[in-house]
């Protein structure tokens, strides 16, 4: 079984940047592809940001590449978010997620294990 715990929510001010991480256990963290959701109030979770194994691919959102930067250390079992000049419109629950096999980066049924989430609010 896979654990994975989320950290690095908050509530910010509009412009600001935060740094969010997903540490995962249970399993050899670097057979894994991950990915970061999120889920606002009212609407489906959608995807953010993908990593492949040894972080050659990467994919993002289409709106939100070059504000947002996924990342990985396989080292420390940890992906990592990084979101710059934040806007009330990302705010939501955001969760990683991870999977052995990747096809359609943004679907969410193709990852397996998902942690609980972890509060993003931008006030304006």
């Known amino acids: 079984q896979v654990q994975l715990v989320e950290s690095g929510g908050g509530l910010v001010q509009t412009g600001v940047s935060l740094r969010l991480s997903c540490v995962v256990s249970?399993?050899?963290?670097?057979?894994?592809?991950m990915g970061w959701f999120r889920q606002a109030p009212g609407k489906e979770r959608q995807f953010v940001a993908g990593i492949s194994r040894t972080s050659i691919a990467i994919r993002y959102a289409d709106s939100l590449e070059g504000r947002f930067t996924i990342s990985r250390d396989n080292t420390k079992n940890t992906v990592f978010l990084q979101m710059n000049d934040l806007k009330p419109e990302d705010s939501a629950i955001y969760y990683c997620a991870a999977t052995r096999e990747i096809t359609h980066w943004e679907r969410k049924d193709e990852y397996s294990y998902w942690g609980q989430g972890t509060q993003v609010t931008v006030s304006s």
């Open positions: 249970g399993r050899r963290f670097s057979d894994y592809v």
